[in-house]
């Protein structure tokens, strides 16, 4: 949590910056831990900016300072989407708001969330140094904006070519999935929100 108990205009930013350290940190992890426990560790991190109550909860015998309100449930269903997207680092549109351009950003599309009445722009966060990112982070955006402009034929056809040369690709399955289903269904109500399951 950054923004209290003293203003830090920045905050969003130091956020980011943060989650990009814990992601960074986990190479060195794996490498130390990986045979041990045959498998590697992996973390998705949700970020949101917003209004907040904070101050302490609890009782005299235990407590903490910590934040409360719509803004903390945002974000921890946004950290809840990491597992939809395949993403390490998943951040809204009011944190996207608040960031200049040091980051490394893509529009992973809306979406609808457990008791949340409007659907969440999203927003991935990816990491300095894959400079093969960048055409990535475009063609995606194209199948996104071809999907949401009901071409879901294109988007297929984007994406289909995108994860058979990047296999990892987490938000371009996701993506690529509904677009099929959009093609094969052709609903006459469309909505081009994900509906994330769970929390």
């Not at 140094?129 to 199948?143: D, H, K, M, V, W």
């Not at 289909?160 to 987490?170: A, K």
């Amino acid at each position: 949590m950054w923004g209290a108990p003293e203003d830090q205009p920045d905050h969003a930013a130091r956020a980011c910056r943060a989650a990009l350290d814990m992601i960074a940190s986990l190479a060195p992890l794996n490498e130390r831990w990986q045979a041990r426990l045959g498998a590697d560790f992996a973390v998705g991190v949700g970020i949101n900016s917003g209004l907040a109550r904070v101050g302490n909860m609890g009782s005299r015998r235990k407590f903490k300072y910590g934040p409360m309100g719509d803004a903390v449930n945002i974000a921890s269903r946004v950290q809840g989407a990491c597992k939809y997207f395949r993403s390490s680092l998943v951040i809204t549109r009011a944190t996207r708001d608040r960031l200049g351009g040091e980051f490394r950003i893509r529009r992973l599309g809306q979406a609808r969330m457990v008791n949340m009445a409007e659907p969440i722009e999203l927003f991935e966060l990816t990491p300095p140094g894959r400079p093969e990112l960048e055409q990535i982070n475009s063609t995606y955006e194209e199948a996104l904006r071809a999907f949401e402009t009901r071409e879901f034929r294109r988007a297929s056809r984007i994406l289909g070519r995108l994860v058979n040369d990047h296999p990892d690709e987490g938000p371009s399955f996701a993506l690529l999935a509904r677009a099929i289903a959009c093609f094969v269904d052709d609903p006459e109500v469309f909505d081009p929100a994900f509906r994330l399951p769970g929390k």
